[in-house]
């Protein structure tokens, strides 16, 4: 394929591998489909190690390469770096701290944080608590913004676990958006033009959205993606 070419990525998030071999079909059917599959994060579902090894042995059954984030559940157990370890082990390129670039295409990703979008994003004003919750989106944007900046590649596809824009998250309780993502990390992606964006966390969202500048944003949440096209319950599409 030429660099020119159009490289298919399959993306889902919140698998919340609990036991091996739920998610080999799955796996099998992305890289008949696709070129890359995109895991955005909540990968496993209490973060442990034993649930991680499952996931690695499930993808084992996947012939494409594979990059991908961890979510808030693979924190859970605070095992977080053995379940890195495992799946980096498994070929897993992990873009919270590494960039991807294959056949012409970069990719770069962060885990994301809340803090809600807009006008109404929290900042860092306040309580010690309220500024270093502010800290931690503001620090999850810089990496993302370190790593868009390294790549070279034309187009770029970013990988999140939580949303960068409100818009694929209707259908979630309006109480709990703030949590479910930040703006800051979709003026990040306004400002490098990226390709598209994948991000999971929002069982109950809507599958595309578009940031301020009209960049395509997906919500791949296995959940969601079983209820739209259960026979394929991943996001496909060519970049």
């Not at 799955?26 to 890359?36: E, N």
């Amino acid at each position: 394929m030429s660099t020119d070419a159009k490289l298919r990525v399959a993306a889902v998030g919140d698998l919340h591998v609990r036991a091996e071999g739920v998610y080999r079909g799955l796996f099998a059917s992305a890289s008949k489909r696709a070129d890359v599959l995109a895991l955005c994060g909540d990968l496993t579902h209490l973060g442990s190690k034993s649930e991680a090894e499952a996931l690695a042995a499930d993808l084992a059954s996947c012939s494409i390469p594979v990059v991908g984030v961890l979510g808030n559940h693979d924190y859970q157990s605070g095992e977080a770096e053995e379940v890195r370890k495992v799946l980096s082990a498994a070929k897993v390129a992990l873009l919270d701290t590494e960039r991807f670039e294959y056949q012409g295409v970069g990719f770069a990703g962060a885990k994301g944080f809340c803090g809600g979008f807009n006008r109404f994003m929290l900042t860092s004003f306040g309580e010690d608590a309220i500024k270093q919750f502010v800290n931690e989106a503001v620090k999850e944007a810089l990496q993302l913004e370190n790593s868009l900046r390294e790549l070279t590649t034309e187009r770029t596809v970013v990988v999140l676990h939580y949303a960068p824009i409100p818009g694929t998250l209707q259908g979630e309780p309006p109480e709990i958006m703030p949590f479910l993502g930040s703006s800051r990390f979709g003026e990040v992606i306004d400002t490098y033009d990226v390709t598209a964006v994948f991000h999971g966390h929002a069982h109950h969202g809507t599958a595309e959205g578009h940031t301020n500048k009209g960049i395509p944003v997906y919500n791949c949440c296995y959940e969601l993606m079983q209820r739209l096209h259960p026979q394929q319950p991943y996001t496909l599409i060519e970049v």
